[in-house]
């Protein structure tokens, strides 16, 4: 069975300030995809990021960066500089086996950032 | 723009009643899920297809059932509501090798009375 597990339930911020979001996985798969959504208060979720699990190479896009650790099986989320449209519900999610496998996500963690 | 379709955004049934959630894509997806989204519990499996006329359990499947007759359609069956069926519910689809991510609709929010 996989989990996938985000301790943060919400996190505050002032603007230009850097967060971290952590994502904690469990499972028994050697070839597995992780990835990161986000779902602002619109609703729609929207994709930011996938990794297999081949890859630990660290991601950045913009001021979104993605570290990924197997020896930890964690894959955080950190936010550099964050604006107030970052202002979200995160989720990270796991898929086995391959990248179109049913995906089991974490608990989300609410981002809230203050002008 | 591919998309997945949900068939109502918002809906509001009684307790005891049968309903019915519609999900199309358009994508020629193979595989097709239901989530649930619930504050704090984020979004948990409900049921899922690979395939025409296949249908496995996912993590929470009690008091759901689904039917996938054509490719293009999944549907969510709740057989009789009760009001801890209140949620989102949110359809997606993808291909096996997920090379074009996955695609989710934009939700039904379904109340039960």
């Known amino acids: 069975a996989q989990k996938v597990t985000q301790a943060q339930t919400e996190i505050s911020v002032v603007e230009k300030e850097d967060v971290t979001l952590d994502c904690v996985y469990e499972?028994?798969?050697?070839?597995?995809?992780l990835f990161w959504y986000k779902q602002p208060p619109s609703g729609e979720l929207v994709f930011l990021i996938r990794r297999n699990s081949f890859d630990e190479q660290n991601e950045i896009s913009g001021r979104y960066s993605w570290n990924f650790q197997k020896s930890t099986s964690s894959f955080n989320f950190t936010i550099t500089a964050s604006q107030v449209v970052d202002s979200a519900v995160y989720f990270c999610a796991l898929s086995p086996g391959a990248a179109g496998n049913k995906l089991t996500f974490g608990g989300g963690t609410r981002v809230l950032v203050k002008p | 723009d591919v998309k997945v379709t949900q068939s109502s955004r918002y809906l509001v049934k009684r307790t005891g009643e049968k309903v019915f959630l519609e999900c199309v894509q358009d994508?020629?997806?193979?595989?097709m899920f239901w989530y649930r989204q619930d504050p704090g519990l984020g979004l948990r499996l409900i049921y899922f297809?690979?395939?025409?006329?296949?249908?496995e359990k996912g993590d929470i499947p009690e008091g759901y059932s689904v039917s996938r007759e054509k490719k293009e359609r999944f549907s969510l069956i709740l057989e009789s509501a009760s009001t801890n069926q209140t949620s989102m519910y949110l359809c997606?689809?993808?291909?096996?090798?997920?090379?074009?991510?996955?695609?989710f609709g934009s939700g039904t929010r379904l109340t039960v009375v």
């Open positions: 997606a689809s993808s291909h096996p090798g997920g090379d074009d991510g996955y695609t």
């Open positions: 499972t028994r798969d050697t070839t597995y995809y």
């Open positions: 297809s690979y395939d025409v006329k296949m249908k």
């Open positions: 994508m020629d997806h193979e595989n």
